[in-house]
């Protein structure tokens, strides 16, 4: 059974940071690419970042220089270090495994 348990969402100002972790089961992950997209209010998911079982990372326009996607493979873990904090990013932040199997989602609120 694939699980998908997102964590390290909250509330944070403009100009911060926070980091997503991503901890799967069910599937042999370190075989696998990850990745993360988001969901704001009223808004289509997107596609933040993915990752390939090499560690080759790809991200999307709006956060390139801003986030970084990780992993590590002897813990079955993904990470997703967000930096310099945008209200715009505000969203639900979800881990994806092949586009099919969802995370609940973590909620980051960005917001004086």
């Known amino acids: 059974q694939v699980q998908l348990v997102e964590s390290g969402g909250g509330l944070v100002e403009p100009g911060g940071s926070l980091r997503l972790s991503c901890a799967a089961s069910?599937?042999?992950?370190?075989?696998?690419?990850m990745a993360w997209y988001r969901q704001a209010p009223g808004k289509e998911r997107e596609l933040v970042a993915s990752?390939?079982?090499?560690?080759?990372?790809m991200y999307a326009d709006s956060v390139k220089g801003r986030f970084t996607i990780s992993r590590d493979n002897a813990k079955n873990t993904m990470y997703l270090q967000m930096n310099s904090l945008k209200p715009e990013d505000t969203a639900v932040y979800y881990c994806?495994?092949?586009?099919?199997?969802w995370g609940q989602g973590t909620q980051v609120t960005v917001s004086s």
């Open positions: 994806v495994w092949l586009r099919d199997y």
């Open positions: 069910g599937f042999i992950f370190r075989l696998n690419s």
């Open positions: 990752i390939s079982q090499t560690g080759v990372a």
